[in-house]
């Protein structure tokens, strides 16, 4: 299978150069030709690896069979995943939640980036690339660390982080910040997320730097989920998620249901509308967001408006005003190239476009979208904990919220729970009632005892840990920061 970029389909690649350029030249991103149907039958008894190793071969077309099996059960074995990889939880009749984030970093992020690593290797291997591969990651919290745990002291490889300064909770910096590997490097950027991005992207666009990379042997590319490497790994937990209900008793094989997922980049939402066209039968994908409702918006009015005040919240990985994962979407209902090139333009020059009306019509055919405040979102952690006895971190909270608000009494809805409660231990203790100790470790012990549960152990860890990383940056230093990788 080839992949072209979302803005213009002359520009054509196989998955493993799609994987090891990252973004297209002119700043669209890469898509499949075409997307697979699959035999939901014959996927039932697969375990997490063989699911992996069987839909992502109908993408990775240019990978073996023997590769791809091989690199799942390195990536998603019992010494990187607690217990089963995906884990499907019953809150209640009719609401599930899909825990994604029993991997070494405790967050939805790894089932990506514990196998993209090996997947950028073996592209290379394919492509006789035998050039130094310099990554460059923008972050919202959560994608940093688990980038650089995947990709560290990988040979041949530079791996630079970039995270907004006072924009992810502490634990989140921590896990960066005190990160290992002799090929990594971490940088705090001035402003909000969405000017970590912006800057990285530059850099990726701008054939100057292109031509110097390509002079010093090397090449750039990313672990965002621009990279196709990194959104492809997410549509199998969707599959697993569906399966294992069916396997539970939960749902009969072919039965819909409805997928909540809390939303900021739009990768993980936009992986699940994969496995929708690929026979996963999905009623709607409910969009979650936060106070940064811009997601929200769109699915009202078909106006994607980024000029608004933005805001930081205790739900931080989706503290974003610009979806870059949502091009995809446009282009796949739309699949008028030129028309996503004008509105990624607009986007660029004005901070907003609005979609022809009968594109924003057929999302509306697969999507719903709501939001939740930061008071609802505490609510929903005190009640979800004192209904359920389930500890929600503040993006499971979200998505509960709008599941519960969306929900139409008949369809079953599995919540993507996309990170541990103790990621972000001060806001959950607080939401309890607890009083939060402006100390991550403290809040994480009172936590513990509040509730009874356990800390991840690598996040009780990070007291000890040295902090190597320190530098902040402005925005426009992302381009000497690349240089030096």
């Excluded at 590319?221 to 196709?228: D, F, G």
């Excluded at 055919?365 to 609510?379: I, L, N």
């Excluded at 994480?444 to 690598?458: C, D, I, N, R, S």
Aim: with cysteine.
């Amino acid at each position: 299978m080839n992949y072209h970029s979302t803005r213009d389909t002359s520009l054509r690649r196989t998955a493993s150069q799609a994987i090891l350029q990252g973004i297209s030249e002119e700043g669209g991103l890469f898509v499949p030709q075409e997307i697979p149907r699959v035999d939901l039958a014959s996927l039932q008894g697969l375990d997490y690896c063989a699911l992996a190793a069987k839909l992502l071969g109908l993408y990775l077309t240019d990978y073996s069979e023997e590769f791809l099996l091989r690199a799942a059960r390195q990536a998603y074995g019992p010494q990187r995943f607690e217990g089963a990889a995906a884990k499907t939880v019953k809150l209640e009749p009719g609401l599930y939640s899909l825990e994604l984030w029993h991997g070494p970093t405790s967050a939805f992020k790894d089932y990506a980036l514990q196998l993209m690593p090996l997947l950028l290797v073996e592209a290379k291997r394919i492509n006789r690339d035998n050039s130094k591969t310099a990554i460059l990651v923008a972050t919202s919290g959560d994608t940093g660390k688990a980038a650089l745990e995947g990709y560290k002291d990988l040979p041949g490889i530079e791996i630079a982080v970039f995270y907004p300064a006072h924009g992810t909770s502490e634990t989140q910096r921590l896990q960066m910040a005190t990160q290992e590997g002799e090929n990594v490097h971490v940088f705090a950027v001035e402003g909000n997320f969405d000017d970590a991005q912006t800057g990285v992207k530059r850099v990726f666009t701008d054939a100057a730097f292109a031509a110097e990379c390509a002079a010093q042997g090397k090449h750039l590319t990313s672990a965002n989920s621009i990279n196709w490497g990194r959104l492809a790994p997410q549509i199998v937990y969707y599959f697993a998620s569906y399966l294992e209900l069916v396997r539970q008793g939960e749902l009969q094989l072919g039965d819909a249901l409805d997928f909540c997922v809390p939303t900021g980049n739009f990768g993980d939402i936009l992986a699940g509308y994969y496995a929708r066209r690929m026979g996963l039968p999905v009623r709607r994908l409910l969009c979650a967001s936060n106070k940064n409702n811009v997601l929200t918006d769109f699915g009202a009015s078909g106006v994607y408006d980024a000029d608004r005040p933005f805001y930081k919240t205790a739900s931080p990985s989706m503290d974003i005003l610009v979806s870059s994962n949502l091009e995809r979407l446009l282009y796949h209902e739309s699949g008028d190239a030129d028309l996503i090139a004008q509105l990624m333009d607009a986007l660029a020059e004005n901070k907003k476009y609005q979609v022809p009306r009968s594109l924003g019509q057929r999302i509306a055919e697969s999507f719903a979208f709501g939001c939740t405040g930061e008071e609802r979102c505490f609510a929903e952690i005190a009640a979800t904990w004192e209904k359920d006895h389930y500890l929600a971190d503040p993006h499971t909270a979200v998505a509960l919220s709008v599941a519960r608000a969306e929900a139409d009494g008949k369809t079953p809805c599995v919540v993507l729970s996309t990170a541990n409660p103790y990621k972000f231990s001060g806001a959950v203790l607080g939401a309890l009632g607890g009083r939060a100790q402006q100390d991550d470790f403290a809040d994480l012990a009172a936590l513990e005892q509040l509730t009874g549960t356990v800390a991840p152990a690598p996040l009780r860890a990070l007291r000890e840990k040295p902090v190597r990383f320190e530098a902040t940056i402005r925005p426009e230093g992302i381009p000497a920061a690349a240089r030096a990788l």
